[in-house]
């Protein structure tokens, strides 16, 4: 026959096993929530309480003070639940206006409260009214961190009176159960900074981006829908067993593509405003196409002079000179409004209306000190006569640049291991399949599925972007007609193009994003 020591002994050897698996089960999880789910599940089996809750100490801006965070009952739940109406803020705590959990906190002593001989303050009776109504007695205990400092109250609700001891814990029961608070808190501890330091982070790549948006009017926004299509076309692409059965993301690799879409154009910050900021083919640190006009309203000034110099001379042709008059002033608005038109850029110049830019810069001006001067300067002429969009080549290869800067300024952050393929996400929306894309010239094969993925959605920002004042807003049709010759050329993936067009990310996003007369397609088959 065993003696009371050892049957005690037996029992604190039956729970060391347990107590174990609640560390390690501790140790894993990897968000506040699921932490405090699985310390409050143990704690009400340890302690034998009815239900219970943890207050969280938080210090933001403009006060500080303890969220609730609640379990509904031992056993009936597998998530901890937050109750934002239950906040306690700590300044008054001088004055003794706080309650139990204000005196938990302060003193970072467990405390035992016998409902029917301690009276409560009005916040304590709310929550116990809405939480805890049939209890008969509370237990509170202080959560510690890794530094000893207080920073949250584990308060236990009993429906009987509170148990004198943890009589699951033995002899010992108090000192183990302190120790695993202790645990936990550190363990809440890591998580909440490992969290606030996301949260940092997030908040810098975002501000990050908002600061490349607001850097140019024309490209507003872009940052910060780009991440939007990306992730719309990655979870359809998670979800295909089709073309992508391999393919998955789990938390780490979603939040990895996260970073990476909000961070893609990070080298723009490096590009130069008059580049950027390129709205018109003479555009520099304003539009030349007023220096332009200025010279035609001095031609038409010239004609006018002329006609009534030759009106006074030979009064009788005066109706011949007139009609010349008014065909030479017509003459020079038809050409000034072809220059405005062409000056805004657009998808393709021809060839005809580059030669009548040559021949209009033949013509001469007699500026103000009487010389001679051809109506367009030679780098008027190049800049009008801009293929395609407002960018000479220089100044394309300028912003194409701002790639090679993303690369340099992404490649030189320590990024953790979870992070380490930010880089080559967000350095690839510029490559084309067949490696004749920038900056490094990669193959579809050297490319990760984010990567492609990526390349597709900014793209389709691009062509759809309602901000570009060199083009008016491309309606889907015809910006799907244009991915879907970059498909064919092989400049976009053409799985992955398949895909964004069977599972119309381009119309879900067009409803949330695009004006209602850009959504002229309703059926994308037609683009596949």
Not at 202 to 221: E, G, N, W
Request: aromatic share 6%.
């Amino acid at each position: 026959m065993m003696t009371p020591s050892q049957t005690q002994q037996m029992a604190d050897n039956a729970q060391l096993p347990r107590l174990l698996r609640v560390a390690q089960h501790l140790s894993e999880q990897k968000d506040v929530p699921r932490l405090l789910d699985a310390l409050l599940k143990e704690v009400l089996y340890l302690c034998h309480a009815d239900t219970g809750w943890v207050w969280l100490y938080t210090d933001g801006r403009p006060r500080a003070g303890l969220n609730c965070l609640c379990r509904d009952g031992a056993g009936e739940s597998d998530a901890v639940k937050e109750a934002p109406q239950w906040f306690r803020p700590l300044a008054d705590e001088a004055d003794g206006a706080g309650g139990i959990v204000e005196q938990c906190f302060a003193a970072g002593e467990p405390l035992t409260v016998a409902l029917t001989q301690t009276p409560l303050n009005e916040v304590d009776k709310a929550l116990l009214a809405a939480l805890a109504p049939q209890a008969k007695g509370l237990q509170l205990w202080p959560l510690y961190n890794h530094e000893g400092l207080v920073t949250g109250v584990l308060q236990l609700a009993y429906d009987k009176p509170v148990p004198r001891n943890l009589q699951r814990l033995g002899e010992h029961g108090h000192l183990i159960f302190q120790s695993l608070l202790t645990y936990g808190g550190i363990a809440l501890s890591n998580l909440s900074q490992v969290q606030e330091l996301k949260d940092l982070l997030d908040a810098f790549i975002k501000v990050l981006a908002q600061a490349i948006d607001a850097k140019s009017p024309h490209t507003s926004a872009h940052c910060q829908r780009v991440p939007v299509i990306t992730e719309m076309l990655a979870q359809a692409t998670c979800d295909d067993q089709a073309l992508f059965p391999d393919f998955s993301l789990d938390e780490e690799g979603w939040y990895e593509l996260h970073v990476a879409a909000w961070l893609h154009d990070c080298g723009k910050l490096a590009t130069p405003d008059s580049v950027l900021d390129k709205s018109t083919k003479l555009h520099t640190l304003h539009d030349r196409i007023d220096e332009v006009a200025s010279r035609f309203a001095t031609l038409r000034a010239e004609i006018q002079f002329a006609y009534e110099k030759a009106c006074l001379l030979n009064p009788a042709d005066e109706p011949v000179c007139r009609q010349r008059m008014e065909e030479d002033i017509g003459a020079l608005k038809e050409e000034l409004a072809f220059l405005e038109r062409i000056n805004r850029g657009g998808e393709a110049m021809a060839a005809v209306d580059q030669q009548r830019v040559k021949d209009i810069a033949a013509r001469t001006w007699t500026d103000a000190w009487g010389q001679e001067k051809p109506l367009l300067s030679d780098d008027e002429v190049y800049n009008l006569c801009i293929p395609r969009g407002t960018l000479t080549p220089e100044e394309r290869q300028i912003i194409n640049g701002h790639m090679d800067v993303t690369l340099d300024m992404l490649g030189s952050l320590p990024f953790p291991r979870k992070l380490q393929r930010v880089p080559e996400y967000a350095g690839g929306h510029h490559e084309k399949m067949d490696g004749t894309g920038f900056p490094l010239g990669l193959t579809r094969d050297q490319m990760s599925i984010p990567a492609r993925i990526m390349a597709i959605a900014d793209v389709f920002e691009a062509l759809t972007a309602k901000e570009r004042p060199y083009k008016t807003p491309l309606k889907l049709s015809e910006a799907l007609g244009i991915m879907q010759r970059m498909r064919n050329n092989d400049h976009l993936d053409p799985d992955l193009y398949q895909l964004f067009i069977r599972s119309r990310v381009w119309r879900q996003y067009g409803e949330k994003h695009l004006d209602p007369v850009q959504l002229d397609v309703e059926d994308g088959s037609a683009f596949l």
